[in-house]
């Protein structure tokens, strides 16, 4: 039986998240939930009978794509056996594929973009009154009205920007997530405080390039007055952030890092290329040297800090020479870890209308010598820090075994230890054992018994 408009009050029942991609999306996904427990739904495991399947989806490359549109064909049979289902795509593939994606899928019944992600409630009250299929898909909008709602009671995100308008010719993030569009000062700060003094002793600010921040705003802001905004907010133990772009990495904002306490000892710095010519054709805005001089800059300033980054092998146009290039400036970087992938051209960028592309082979066969090469000095970073005591903010015991904790150091890094009693948010020394590439297992040395009851050490 279809429920009448008049009869729409929101009626319990459950909701199935599934969320793909960044952790943009995560914080999305916080809001997503919210949206949908006030709704009067509770969360399931059970994508079947859920009744309210949500999809928030990711288009970075086509492999993201596909794991979308692959898991659409459950759904045809959950719905043959529930056709009161409703099947929301939300995010990043719904706003590429907008109206296709109705059309490819006619179990799906709701399409919400980027910016459409706040009417998730009213449009499946009205697809539960059979009012119909929907595809709402704007170019602009935002959700800073709607507070961080972290899942976790002791970490959070805050996204501080949303969009982008770097263009990098690879990248598909400009054209579903919009132009840069930057979250007033003052809110980034009480929400920061608000989080810190509930409990979430480390808050990750994000954005798709965290230092192009405030350059909309008025008065205008930036970065490093973001960073010096935030020193000292009560309860603040780790601040960190994502992504940087190497050619908005300022002096202030090194400088406003090493001044702020909380600030983790860690930067995850994309480098995509370490070939000038390919860094140009993906319009990064920097060559391999500068960005070389950056992360000696960052290294010299910030004692101890750890650098990640993003990699794309096979690149249109890259020649194995060109790629020799990047991984010699791999070997010079020395990245602590790095996000490696093969070039995936992706529809309506530049880079996918470059004639030379190279055949897939070829960039896998570029991707596995650059793992190869990442891991073996990831390794020899970590054999370093070997026998170290580090302060670890334990996230949780293990799925597989309850008395083996993970949690991460300052520099990001996972370490595995077991322990009694639930650490879950405290602050732990960790004595580092055993390396491996993704990090160590160690043995506890102490721990805090409540947040905050022993000052902070160096990791
Ligand atoms: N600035 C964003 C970038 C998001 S995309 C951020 O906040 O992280 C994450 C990474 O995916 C990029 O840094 C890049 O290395 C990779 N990537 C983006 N487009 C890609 C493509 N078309 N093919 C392969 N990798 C890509
Ligand atoms: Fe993408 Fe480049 Fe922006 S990687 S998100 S266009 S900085």
Redesign the pocket.
């Known amino acids: 039986m279809l429920a009448t408009p008049e009869t729409t009050v929101p009626r319990l029942g459950s909701y199935y998240l599934q969320t793909y991609g960044?952790q943009?999306n995560q914080y999305d996904s916080e809001l997503l939930a919210w949206m949908l427990e006030g709704m009067g739904l509770a969360a399931s495991d059970d994508a079947e009978r859920a009744d309210v399947a949500v999809f928030n989806t990711c288009c970075?490359?086509d492999n993201a794509d596909q794991k979308v549109y692959g898991r659409m064909g459950d759904f045809k049979r959950y719905k043959a056996q529930h056709p009161r289902q409703v099947l929301a795509v939300v995010g990043c593939l719904a706003q590429k594929d907008g109206e296709d994606f109705l059309n490819r899928f006619p179990q799906v019944d709701l399409v919400l973009g980027t910016h459409n992600v706040r009417e998730l409630p009213e449009m499946v009250l009205k697809v539960q009154s059979g009012e119909g299929r929907f595809v709402r898909a704007e170019k602009q909008g935002d959700t800073f009205d709607l507070l961080a709602r972290p899942t976790r009671r002791f970490s959070a995100m805050v996204t501080i920007s949303m969009g982008?308008d770097q263009w990098?010719t690879?990248?598909?993030?400009p054209y579903v997530r919009g132009r840069l569009k930057s979250k007033p000062v003052l809110q980034v700060v009480s929400e920061v405080r608000r989080l810190a003094r509930e409990g979430h002793r480390e808050v990750l600010l994000l954005?798709?390039?965290v230092n192009d921040y405030g350059r909309d705003l008025e008065p205008r802001s930036d970065f490093a007055d973001l960073i010096d905004a935030l020193r000292g907010a009560p309860g603040l133990d780790r601040l960190r952030f994502?992504?940087p772009?190497p050619a908005y990495f300022t002096q202030r904002v090194i400088e406003a890092m090493a001044a702020n306490p909380a600030m983790c000892e860690h930067v995850h710095l994309?480098l995509?290329a370490g070939d000038d010519q390919v860094l140009k054709r993906m319009k990064r805005g920097y060559t391999g040297a500068e960005f070389l001089d950056l992360a000696a800059r960052m290294r010299g300033a910030i004692p101890g800090l750890a650098l990640s980054t993003?990699?794309?092998v096979g690149f249109p146009g890259e020649t194995e020479e060109q790629f020799q290039r990047t991984l010699d400036l791999v070997r010079q970087a020395r990245f602590d870890s790095a996000?490696m992938?093969?070039?995936?051209?992706?529809p309506g960028?530049p880079?996918a209308l470059f004639k030379d592309q190279i055949p897939e082979d070829e960039r896998l066969d570029r991707l596995y010598r650059l793992i190869e090469l990442q891991n073996s000095i990831s390794m020899e970073l970590n054999a370093i820090r070997l026998g170290r005591v580090a302060e670890v903010l334990v996230e949780g015991p293990s799925k597989k075994d309850a008395s083996r904790y993970t949690g991460r150091t300052r520099c990001g890094r996972l370490v595995h230890f077991e322990a009694e009693g639930d650490l879950t948010g405290l602050m732990a020394r960790v004595r580092l054992e055993q390396h491996f590439t993704w990090g160590f297992v160690g043995e506890l040395q102490e721990h805090e018994t409540r947040p905050g009851d022993w000052s902070r050490a160096a990791a």
């Open positions: 960044c943009m970075i490359r982008c990098c690879f990248c598909i993030v954005g798709q390039n994502t992504s772009h994309p995509q993003d990699i794309i996000f992938f093969a070039y995936s051209p992706r960028t880079g």
